[in-house]
């Protein structure tokens, strides 16, 4: 129990004390009864309300708290995942994030030649502990994207992981689950870009922070 308590508390950038992701955990869980519809309708909330978006600022702590994200209404998978962490501690749900290399053979054009290659490199997703378990959501592709990246929206009910399939709805491989780098109490956000520029290179990162910091998308 001392172990699980951890995963309650808000944190410096897990902020489940903020007003704002307060009020957007009361009204997206309103109605529900049990612990699991609680987990459920969050889950939703933020697959559906927060836009997905890989063109996201990244490198200050400050891009992934509950108030950035709610103002912002769209982020990548890792603020998305923080934000379902939150609004679960919220609910004094324990929760905690979770990341991956996760290779995505739909991933398109545009992003594979922004990556150099078709790995997203410390994947986030949310780690949620449900009767006397931790089960995995992964909140990142709002349903439109899913449905464009032709696999069924991710559902998640508490009784099982909710994460990217293996194929998508033609048979065609879809995603892979390379490797697994633990699970966090908080933002691990030295070691996420440690991580990138291992994987994509030091000056791709470099440029992908200089140009959010002179107004530009990564792309431009």
Known sequence: MEE??????????????????????????????SPNQIASRLFLAVRDKIIYDPYSPFYDNSFYTPDFMLERGRGYCVQKAALLCAACRAHKIPARLKFADLQNRSASDEMKEMLGCDVFAWHGFTQIYLNGQWFSA??????????????????????????????????????????????FWDLPLAQIIQGWEKTYGKQRVALWRSAFENGLQPMN
Do not use: W
Request: glycine share 6%; hydrophobic share 40%.
């Open 138 to 183: 992964t909140p990142s592709f709002h349903a439109d994207l899913c449905f464009r990246q032709n696999i069924m929206p991710l559902e998640f009910d508490g009784t099982a992981n909710a994460v990217f399939p293996e194929k998508d709805l033609s048979g065609k491989p879809y995603a892979t689950y390379l490797t697994y780098h633990g699970s």
């Open 4 to 33: 699980l308590e951890k995963y309650l508390l808000p944190t410096g950038v897990i902020k489940s004390d903020s007003k704002a992701l307060i009020d957007f955990a009361e009204q997206a869980a309103a109605g529900a009864s």
